[in-house]
């Protein structure tokens, strides 16, 4: 079978799904290959199932730190058959009719690159007029100390349909603090073991919170902890850390970062290094050859025919930036199509990530940590407030503790980071987003009064310390 | 007693102890003047209480729609123990310490002007020697029907430390709506009867579904009636109502409206109408004389001394309006005090006013209706998405139903309002406060990403509904 499309599209991730929507829009036939689920990673074992886990446990918590609400609990064979619901039983029926209603074809098996603008799924040969593009995410990486264990990696850890009586969590990452979050609330004693701090590209008082809640909730958290050696005996693993102590547990979740999935899609075929991150310009082509000297990336080749977006390219690993990359790229290789160049191209994968984390208390972030703004050259100044005293916040809940962490850039007064940890905050965050794509000066956002009694109040209160 | 400051501020709500903070800080010494309690309405019979018998309702509902969680109940008692704490048992200790941390000065008593830069209180005569502030707020309005039946007012519907059997709101507004649905909640037959619809200033979306929150948690709405006769009879009121039907009820609440409290301030003094709402100038400078004909207001007589901010002024009553009015006041009479004219004026007041509604579901709006905007001239664009469709809202809650509108004036490609109802949407007002004040055009806003999966995600809907 051979068949040519404008576009192909190798992951049917929410990426891929986005690059194909974005490009059919634009004129183009275009085909995505799925090895696996269509809806991908996001869908059956990230995103979806993790939050569908956290939700519960967050809400029973709200209501059982307010005085006036009793009695809330957790029946954990409910919560996981919520969670089977939002993974869809992990079956993509619903997804495959969308991608039809899309008028995007499908090709199930896995794909490999066999050279410019071809794409082999099995005996089917695709090949592109436009261009082919890369959306394959990212998988867990597995350190070796863990590997004769068989760990959970955060696919097991999402969609188990069993409670571990004990689990230990090696990493202490966003997959690691919210697993940790989700298992100890659902009935696990959960043992989360991290080499440094928890959540460690953020400001410290982040991670901080994290631990706090986790031990509250009644974790052990142990950081500055690596795992030396593991072995598992009559179900039992046992973990030996080097501080000379050892963990017991049912189940090891391996928490501890992700490989991009291109070690098996025919790189080799484009010059290009199998299981490598494929780095890209900003409409998501791929950059070919090697890093120009110096640090001027429009030096770098391009191809004309090759996209990454989403995880792969290793800019953001987060759905929604994968999608607002997907979009981006599907545009782009539509306006070029048409024999233009495209008028949106990214923006905002390098300086205006944002990020909510879902653990008791929440986390979440956007844009530059101070130290990233420094080392970019700003001029910084760092505001910071105590959520709880934020009436909003103190009516939310009894015992509301959080900070707020703006970082001001004081040659331009508009903010290019923000970090807010308590309950509540993953709703929080987007204001801020809006702030630092809108490039919206302090002066200006004086005038966007929060509403009163709400968290959101935080606003006037960063605003007032910085001297507004 | 005579006394001399820079400026005296009548009435210690929350506008007035803002204009006297900012006061103080611009090194003005300041007086503020009290009849009632410091921290005025707000503190004790309005946002706090209300949002203290509110928020555990809300908490408990949240709940008891999620799967996976049960038993979640409210305990009326407590609730209302609750509430008597977020309104400091009806006691000032707490405010007043925060005038003396703040070097204001405290007279209390009520103040009437008496010409001039003076003020009484008592048989103490107030000098200013730069200002005299008017922030007496506002009082609830009884209608005559309801005069002769003792109606509560907010008041006793925020304070009331039992839970009526059966509760009678007149008013549709978002005191009737809120109080229906905190009192229904708590163990009262609610019976809420509105003129018109409810929440009418609200595009319709937002009134119809606290009408359906509220029949769904068994509250009586009855829309388009209006009281004709009320009787009360051994403890039972009896209200007919135009329709020929009749209401039985153990209490009345009149939430029919506000007025100002400037009845007798001594506004005859200064040449201005008792009771009258007081027209400022964007630095709430009182207007005086006869509004100009036609509408530049440029052409209206201000007064060189007094100012009015906060309800009294009519702009917008809500708190946090009346502090944002209340720190412009007070910086720009420090600003004149120095002689000079102030930078930061209200840019806010008319066009970006945000307001959050914590019925169930919430409602949050910010800046202009489309008809609003349509009056103003503007060449607008309505789009609108389901919010229950985006995926952290069906995380949120397994039932969620929920609306976004955003209008946009398609000559500046910038949104001037946003209306959300749904659960939690009240966080979410702030973003589109932001994105309105700070005159983000859309094709900015495109690189503001929402984080996956929370609500916030309504923002990328709207835009690719619009077109983006």
């Known amino acids: 079978m051979n068949d040519t499309y404008d576009v192909i599209v190798i992951g049917a991730g929410p990426t891929g799904e986005n690059v194909a929507g974005r490009a059919v829009r634009g004129g183009l036939s275009t085909v995505v290959v799925e090895s696996e689920l269509v809806g991908g990673e996001c869908s059956y074992w990230a995103c979806m199932p993790s939050k569908a886990l956290l939700r519960p446990v967050a809400a029973a918590a709200a209501a059982n730190h307010l005085r006036g609400v009793t009695g809330a609990r957790l029946d954990a064979a409910q919560v996981l058959k919520r969670r089977d619901s939002f993974a869809h039983d992990w079956k993509d029926d619903r997804q495959v009719a969308w991608l039809e209603s899309a008028h995007v074809d499908l090709v199930r098996g896995p794909g490999r690159i066999t050279g410019e603008r071809r794409v082999k799924v099995g005996d089917t040969e695709l090949t592109a007029r436009q261009a082919v593009v890369v959306a394959t995410g990212t998988r867990a990486v597995v350190p070796p100390v863990l590997a004769e264990v068989t760990p959970w990696t955060s696919r097991e850890a999402t969609s188990s349909h069993g409670v571990p009586g004990r689990l230990a969590i090696v990493g202490g990452g966003v997959v690691g603090c919210e697993m940790a979050a989700a298992w100890q609330a659902l009935g696990a004693r959960v043992t989360l073991l991290a080499r440094g701090g928890l959540l460690d590209r953020l400001p410290r008082f982040a991670g901080d919170m994290v631990a706090q809640g986790l031990r509250a909730a ?251």
Request: charged content about 25%; some cysteine.
């Open 218 to 468: 009644g974790a052990d958290v142990r950081l500055g902890v690596s795992v030396t050696k593991a072995a598992r005996s009559s179900g039992t693993v046992t973990l030996m850390l080097d501080d000379g102590t050892t963990v017991e547990a049912d189940e090891v979740l391996a928490a501890t970062g992700r490989a991009p999935r291109t070690d098996d899609i025919g790189l080799e075929s484009v010059g290009l290094t199998p299981g490598s991150w494929l780095d890209v310009d900003e409409t998501m082509r791929v950059r070919t050859g090697d890093a120009p000297a110096g640090s001027n990336d429009d030096d770098w080749d391009t191809s004309d025919w090759m996209y990454a977006a989403g995880d792969v390219n290793h800019l953001a690993l987060l759905t929604h930036m994968g999608k607002y990359q997907g979009r981006i790229c599907g545009d782009a290789i539509a306006a070029r199509a048409r024999g233009g160049e495209p008028t949106v191209t990214d923006r905002s994968s390098k300086t205006c990530v944002p990020q909510v984390i879902f653990t008791l208390p929440e986390v979440a972030a956007v844009g530059l940590t101070d130290e990233q703004a420094r080392d970019a050259g700003l001029r910084t100044r760092v505001v910071e407030y105590d959520l709880g005293n934020v009436a909003g916040a103190s009516l939310l809940r009894d015992d509301y503790t959080g900070k707020a962490q703006m970082v001001v850039d004081e040659d331009r007064t508009t903010i290019v980071g923000v970090t807010l940890a308590g309950p509540g905050t993953g709703e929080l965050i987007h204001a801020a987003t809006v702030a630092v794509a809108g490039e919206v000066p302090l002066d200006k956002l004086w005038h966007a009064v929060p509403s009163y009694p709400t968290v959101s109040e935080i606003w006037l209160r960063l605003l007032e310390t910085y001297g507004l």
